[in-house]
């Protein structure tokens, strides 16, 4: 494994109030620098145990790329200028706060401050004045974020508050900045601003605090339009997240912050934060506690215990291993020596020249080196294997909760032969169809006479850094644009019922209409 790639070397995590701690796991050099970068910019401290989340810069095959999500990985787009380490680092982030939505987390879009040891959210999009206004609080005020804080929930139902960086401060050569992520404040309110000629505090009834929290999620996390989560997926983080604000909205007061351009705002806050004191008062107030940072032992997870000691995490990508792998599966890879290899095996290695890591099966040893080739590849690769290029044998791979053993010698073949004959005949079959033309194909005019749950429709997501258009059939998934080639990917079976050169591109969606159905074949 390249230099820099091993867990091991570089063991940084993230240790939250509520007692989660994720440990961030590199499986390349890319994601080890940008792990590096994020911990220095979120005052991350190495940590030896807990949850795992790996972590690779990865090209995404676009045909799959609904596939190319889990839970125990994060694919960042490839890329070394400032610009794209910006992105990378914000979408890991990002899956950091995400992974805390099943504990009652959630990733708001609004500024921190913090007095007497209790932080208040001001919540508001991007222009709206959390920036400003996180600048006009006087002493004792302090202002611990401007743009997103990261709320969890304690096992007691407490909420605590952490900061969460400005992304925006790092782009077209802004000033940057680090924040102290693992320091927690007891949340007391959470007030949405509007801009006003006069300062008030209006509480929030609970179900309107649970939309704007939900519209404040969305604003900074870019859900539901994840890009690569399949509509399951992005189902079941809607209804974890609105399961969080909805448990939020129930324990800790909204209120809409109405702020003129002069006046002291802030004065209101004052004003409901004393009132909630007051409601403190007695056995409420003991439980409560200052400000303080959560570094102790007491809040470390629990070890997953993954991988045996010296084994390497790999993530793998491409189709080159398909149907036998598939991206983003999680590969346990364990160091072996050249004398320990046969034909069958399939072992990670380093590719001469660029060091990118490649998962192939070995087709041949012989004197002058190891052949290999790729299980979906027509030819094998060229050149020879040596024993300073091989990383390891691959023996496991994993997916989500799912773990298989990955087989290889003999058996590693013969189960390879059955996959690639299996998929040859559905290719084949596929294609049989296609030229055939079978009477189920859906046409426009009959398409609207479908029920409405295999109506196919285009839908189109949209947060504040991505827009993702999808082609469904009832609830399914049939096909996904690429804004980069600029074309339409269909998976079967659906190909066959769809014309994707009659689709719309992204350009043309503000004039597409729900009545226009996709010309089908």
Same mark, same amino acid.
């Given at each position: ?18 007692? !989660? ?5 590199? #499986? ?15 005052? $991350? ?31 960042? +787009? ?43 959210? $001001? ?34 139902? #407490? ?43 209006? +509480? ?48 800790? +007061?909204?209120? !809409?912050? $109405?702020?003129?351009? #002069? ?33 102790? +032992? ?5 070890? #997953? ?50 060091? !990118? ?15 290999? !080739? ?24 994993? *997916? ?19 996959? *690639?004959? *299996? ?24 398409? *609207? ?73």
């Amino acid at each position: 494994m390249p230099a820099g790639c091993d867990p091991s070397a570089l063991s940084i995590g993230i240790r939250l109030a509520n007692g !989660q701690q994720v440990r961030l796991c590199p #499986t390349d050099s890319g994601s080890a620098e940008v792990i590096r970068r994020l911990a220095g910019v979120m005052q $991350l401290s190495p940590v030896s145990s807990g949850p795992e989340l790996f972590i690779t810069v990865r090209r995404v095959d676009s045909e799959n790329r609904a596939q190319n999500q889990s839970p125990l990985v994060c694919t960042l +787009p490839p890329g070394t200028n400032e610009m794209m380490r910006v992105i990378q680092m914000t979408d890991l982030s990002n899956a950091i706060a995400i992974r805390t939505f099943p504990a009652g987390g959630l990733l708001i879009h609004g500024a921190l401050a913090e007095r007497d040891g209790y932080g208040v959210i $001001l919540a508001a999009p991007g222009g709206t004045g959390k920036t400003t206004a996180s600048n006009r609080l006087p002493s004792p005020w302090h202002s611990l974020s401007d743009d997103a804080t990261l709320v969890v929930r304690n096992g007691d139902g #407490t909420y605590y508050a952490h900061s969460w960086p400005t992304w925006s401060r790092f782009r077209d050569n802004g000033p940057g900045g680090s924040w102290d992520v693992e320091r927690a404040v007891p949340l007391a309110a959470i007030f949405f601003l509007s801009r006003s000629d006069l300062d008030r505090a209006e +509480p929030m009834d609970a179900h309107d605090a649970v939309a704007y929290l939900a519209e404040s999620v969305h604003q900074v996390t870019g859900i539901p339009g994840q890009p690569g989560c399949t509509w399951q997926e992005t189902a079941e983080l809607c209804k974890q997240e609105l399961a969080a604000a909805s448990a939020l909205a129930e324990t800790i +007061p909204a209120y !809409q912050l $109405l702020i003129s351009q #002069t006046g002291a705002f802030w004065e209101e806050i004052v004003a409901v934060l004393d009132q909630r004191k007051a409601t403190r008062a007695g056995s409420e107030e003991d439980k409560s506690s200052p400000s303080k940072n959560l570094h102790g +032992p007491g809040f470390s997870g629990p070890e #997953t215990g993954m991988f045996g000691p010296g084994h390497h995490p790999v993530v793998y990508s491409g189709p080159s291993m398909n149907p036998t792998l598939r991206a983003p599966d999680l590969m346990d890879v364990v160091p072996c020596g050249r004398e320990t290899l046969v034909i069958g095996d399939i072992i990670c290695f380093t590719r001469p020249g660029d060091e !990118q890591m490649i998962i192939h099966r070995i087709i041949g040893i012989t004197g002058t080196g190891i052949r290999t !080739q790729g299980d979906n590849n027509p030819v094998a690769d060229s050149g020879f294997l040596h024993a300073d290029q091989i990383l390891g044998r691959v023996i496991g791979a994993t *997916r989500g909760n799912h773990t298989r053993k990955i087989a290889g010698g003999t058996f590693g073949r013969i189960i390879h032969r059955w996959m *690639r004959t *299996r998929s040859s005949v559905l290719k084949a079959t596929g294609k049989i169809l296609h030229l055939v033309k079978p009477a189920l194909v859906i046409t426009r005019a009959s398409s *609207r006479l479908l029920p409405g749950r295999i109506k196919p429709r285009i839908v189109l997501f949209t947060s504040r850094n991505t827009r993702i258009m999808r082609l469904y059939f009832g609830r399914s998934v049939a096909g996904e644009f690429s804004p980069a080639r600029g074309v339409w990917t269909i998976r079967f079976p659906f190909r066959l019922l769809v014309d994707e050169t009659d689709l719309p591109a992204m350009n043309a969606l503000n004039r597409f209409i729900p009545d226009q159905l996709p010309t089908s074949r």
